[in-house]
């Protein structure tokens, strides 16, 4: 079974400027999520998808992130425009289903803002 | 609020030797509580997942406890190895279903 696909691993970029990623879930998995993990820091939830709705944005910053799930499987996390203390790891990952199901990670993007 | 403290950040110790990792939690009323393992670069790895009625789960070298009365879990890992070197973090999954994250220990194992 193939795992949770990110991409890229790693985007350096310069304050103000755009970024996108990429997440392709496991296959069949209803849930998706996007993490930020800051150095140092555990991970931190932005979004979380059911299927193509969103459950919970709570803790995406709406002023400039943005995701989107599109019938229901791959992902993208956008920023824009992207500020220094956005520098963090972007991690992505899937479940069966909402609730105590485990969750499977991506490798995660290395996100570099100048 | 559930907030999640792992002591210590960061860990050295010879090979061979047995070891204790610490996870607190401040809210008891979790679903249940998972340890990762996490190599630089790389995700996040699944070890082990103790349900909330369950007291311990063991895997390999690894053994994991919860104590939800004390909001405590410890990850032992028995005959430490080089390969073990890695950020282990711990995450309880609260009333909401979400994952609330301690901020890892660095574990390092000298050769």
């Known amino acids: 079974e193939a795992g949770v696909a990110q991409s890229p691993r790693y985007k350096i970029i310069e304050k103000r400027q755009s970024v996108a990623f990429w997440c392709n879930p496991i296959?069949?998995?209803?849930?998706l999520y996007w993490y930020q993990q800051i150095l140092g820091q555990g991970p931190k939830l932005l979004i979380q998808?059911?299927?193509?709705?969103?459950?919970?944005d709570s803790q995406l910053p709406k002023d400039r992130f943005s995701a989107e799930r599109l019938k229901g499987v791959d992902s993208t996390l956008k920023i824009q425009p992207a500020k220094l203390e956005d520098s963090a790891v972007y991690l992505c990952?899937?479940?069966?289903?909402?609730?105590?199901?485990?969750?499977?990670f991506g490798p995660g993007t290395r996100l570099t803002v100048t | 609020k559930q907030e999640v403290t792992q002591i210590p950040a960061a860990l050295s110790v010879p090979e061979g030797e047995n070891l204790v990792l610490n996870c607190s939690f401040t809210d008891s009323a979790i679903y249940n509580l998972q340890w990762f393992r996490q190599d630089p670069g790389k995700g996040l790895t699944s070890l082990l997942l103790?349900?909330?009625s369950q007291r311990e789960q063991t895997s390999g070298r690894l053994n994991a406890s919860l104590d939800k009365s004390s909001g405590r879990s410890t990850l032992y890992i028995a005959a430490s190895q080089p390969g073990d070197s890695a950020t282990y973090l711990c995450a309880a999954r609260d009333s909401n279903y979400q994952l609330i994250w301690g901020a890892g220990t660095k574990l390092i194992i000298k050769p």
């Open positions: 998808f059911q299927n193509n709705g969103v459950v919970d």
């Open positions: 103790i349900q909330s």
């Open positions: 990952a899937s479940s069966p289903d909402r609730g105590v199901h485990e969750q499977y």
């Open positions: 296959s069949g998995h209803a849930t």
